[in-house]
C-alpha cells in the first residue's frame, strides 16, 4: 500500500521493477537503471517507500567493498547477491532483515511515526518547509537555505533538490558552502544544474544527471578570513 516503507542504513544498488518509490523524496519509476542509494550510519537514513496502492517490486543489488584502488564498485568475481523486496506484502520483519543483512549488508531501522511521502526519516516540519518553498519557486526562482552548523541544511538541500525535480526537468543549484560543498571541492562557489536526483552524501555523487556551469576559487575553506 501507499506509504509502507523500509528504512536502512548501508549502501546498495536499486532498480523499480514494478510501481513507484519514494526516496529522499525522488519518485523512482521502473526502469532498467540502476540507482546508487548510501545511507551511511549517522547521516540521513533513507527508506524505499510505496508511492502509491501498485504493488512495488524492488530488485537490491549488493555494493562491493572499496578495493585497493579505493573504487566503489559492483565487484568482479561472479554476478553479486540480488535481493528482491515486494513492498505489498506483509513479510516477516525479522526474515527480512536477516536476509538485507546477509546478502547487501544492510541494517533495517525502526521509523514509526516517519513522515509519509519523504522516502527517508525526516522531521515533518522539513515537508511543510519543502512545499512552502516549492510554492515559492512556481512564483520566483530562487530560494536560499541557510542555517546553523549541524542543522541539516545538506539533507534538507538533496530533500528539495529531489522534489523540485518531480515539477521541473532542472534544477540550478548555487554553491556558496565553501567548507562542505556538496557537488563541488572545497573552496570553490559554483554554480550547478541537475537533471537527476541526489540520493546520497556529497562523496556518493557521480556526474551522472548534473553539469557545472561555472566555478570561483576563493582560496579558503571558510569566509570568515576575509569577510
Given amino acids: 500500500p501507499a506509504g509502507a516503507s523500509v528504512a536502512f542504513v548501508g549502501s546498495c544498488y536499486a532498480r523499480v521493477l514494478s510501481g513507484s518509490a519514494i526516496?529522499?523524496?525522488a519518485v523512482l519509476a521502473p526502469s532498467g537503471d540502476e540507482r546508487a542509494l548510501h545511507s551511511p550510519a549517522g547521516g540521513a537514513v533513507l527508506a524505499l517507500e510505496a508511492a502509491d496502492d501498485c504493488a512495488l517490486e524492488v530488485l537490491l543489488r549488493a555494493v562491493a567493498p572499496m578495493g585497493r584502488a579505493g573504487v566503489l564498485g559492483a565487484?568482479?568475481?561472479?554476478?553479486?547477491?540480488?535481493?528482491t523486496a515486494r513492498g505489498d506484502a506483509d513479510g516477516d520483519d525479522e526474515a527480512l532483515a536477516a536476509a538485507l543483512k546477509a546478502h547487501l549488508n544492510l541494517t533495517l531501522?525502526?521509523?514509526?511515526?516517519?513522515p509519509a511521502r519523504t522516502g527517508a526519516l525526516l522531521p515533518s516540519e522539513w515537508v511543510g518547509a519543502t512545499n512552502l518553498a516549492l510554492a515559492c519557486l512556481?512564483?520566483?526562482p530562487v530560494v536560499l537555505?541557510?542555517?546553523p552548523r549541524n542543522s541539516g541544511k545538506s539533507t534538507f538541500l538533496r530533500y528539495l533538490c529531489n522534489r523540485a525535480l518531480e515539477d521541473w526537468d532542472s534544477?540550478?543549484?548555487?554553491?556558496c558552502d565553501v567548507g562542505q560543498p556538496e557537488?563541488?571541492?572545497?573552496?570553490l562557489v559554483a554554480l550547478h544544474t541537475l537533471h537527476e536526483p541526489l540520493l546520497g552524501p556529497p562523496h556518493a555523487h557521480g556526474l551522472r544527471g548534473r553539469a557545472t556551469l561555472g566555478a570561483v576559487?576563493?582560496?579558503?575553506?571558510t569566509p570568515s578570513s576575509d569577510p
Avoid at 534544477?171 to 554553491?175: A, H
Avoid at 557537488?183 to 573552496?187: A, D, K, V
Fill in 23 to 25: 526516496v529522499l523524496g
Fill in 75 to 83: 565487484g568482479s568475481h561472479g554476478s553479486p547477491p540480488r535481493l
Fill in 109 to 114: 531501522v525502526a521509523h514509526a511515526g516517519a
Fill in 138 to 140: 512556481r512564483e520566483s
Fill in 145 to 147: 537555505l541557510c542555517g
Fill in 171 to 175: 534544477v540550478c543549484l548555487l554553491e
Fill in 183 to 187: 557537488l563541488n571541492p572545497p573552496g
Fill in 217 to 221: 576559487f576563493l582560496g579558503d575553506v
